[in-house]
């Protein structure tokens, strides 16, 4: 078996124990997703950093959406504080779409940042 390489502080979250994404689900999505069939061989270490990426997003994302929740006065997540945060966040404006299509069930949970300017966008989820 192959030896954690010079990504072995990510491989192991900095001693946080093994990844929480599965590394071959990745590998095979990269594969998959990639354009036609260029995409062959992928080294051992490119879906760690994939993981990792992917981890840092979450993480992201879901901060933002938790501070959207508490200025909401709940203990909830909604999917709603999700696209809240994603509105109001510049990084994520790739998933407006996607967030704008799975929101209009109706729900009247807070949408307050859907309505600021961008430069008023990213200090909401700051304060």
């Avoid at 001693?15 to 354009?35: D, Q, V």
């Avoid at 203990?75 to 999700?82: A, E």
Wanted: charged content about 30%.
């Amino acid at each position: 078996m192959r030896q954690a390489g010079t990504y072995s502080g990510i491989r192991f979250g900095g001693g946080n124990g093994a990844h929480s994404l599965p590394l071959a689900r990745i590998k095979k999505i990269m594969k998959r997703s990639g354009s036609g069939d260029e995409v062959k061989m992928i080294s051992g270490e490119a879906p760690v950093v994939f993981a990792k990426a992917c981890e840092l997003f979450i993480k992201e994302l879901t901060q933002k959406s938790w501070t959207l929740t508490l200025q909401g006065k709940r203990r909830i997540l909604h999917k709603d504080d999700v696209a809240s945060a994603v509105v109001a966040t510049d990084v994520f404006d790739f998933l407006v779409g996607l967030v704008s299509d799975a929101d209009g069930d109706g729900d009247d949970h807070d949408h307050h940042a859907q309505n600021l300017v961008p430069e008023e966008r990213e200090t909401v989820l700051e304060e």
